[in-house]
């Protein structure tokens, strides 16, 4: 007979427990409806919902109208706020977006040449692809975003840039391809 009331009063409070979470479930739970987005549609900050990915990238193409398409392009937060971060590259530049995900406000763009004045086989360099493999060795599966040979205080150096999985990768290299530094960042 212990045993049964034992039982008993254990059923008794675990279905207390369920009819409290439940009930306090129902007074946080927001009861308006999620706004309807469509194409064209810019949301306030104070959307519950960010853009789509295509908004993004059509946003930052009609702010870069020369580009055909993007190299990559990011959901994250940037100091507590949600963004789209982007590159993409044409010729010797870098496009650099930065897109408030709610609004679709463009926060940041910029287009910076990466190019190099100077010739590796004539300095006596390595080639741009033994960096690029270099690269993929360090961070398989990352998009390189450039890799330029530059001067830098009277020496030859390799700079690159590579981005994969919310984290940006810069790399410098002796002209010969020796590693100097390399450093990751999340975005």
Do not use: C, H, Q
């Not at 930052?60 to 020369?66: A, G, I, M, Q, T």
């Not at 530059?150 to 002796?174: S, V």
């Amino acid at each position: 007979m212990k045993a049964i009331k034992n039982r008993l009063g254990k059923v008794l409070i675990v279905a207390t427990i369920a009819v409290s979470l439940l009930a306090t479930s129902f007074a946080f739970a927001d009861t308006k409806a999620a706004p309807k987005v469509t194409e064209g549609t810019t949301m306030t900050a104070k959307a519950s919902s960010v853009i789509s990915w295509s908004k993004a990238k059509s946003i930052f193409l009609n702010e870069f109208p020369s580009l055909s398409g993007v190299k990559y392009l990011r959901l994250t937060k940037d100091d507590g706020v949600r963004v789209y971060k982007g590159k993409a590259v044409k010729g010797s530049y870098v496009y650099s977006i930065e897109i408030n995900a709610y609004t679709g406000e463009v926060r940041d763009s910029e287009r910076d040449y990466e190019g190099s004045r100077y010739s590796a086989s004539r300095v006596g360099a390595v080639s741009k692809s033994t960096i690029i493999s270099k690269i993929k060795r360090r961070v398989p599966g990352a998009t390189i975003i450039y890799v330029k040979l530059d001067r830098d205080d009277g020496r030859y150096i390799y700079e690159a840039e590579a981005y994969k999985g919310g984290y940006e990768y810069d790399f410098e290299f002796t002209k010969r391809g020796t590693l100097i530094e390399s450093e990751r960042d999340r975005v």
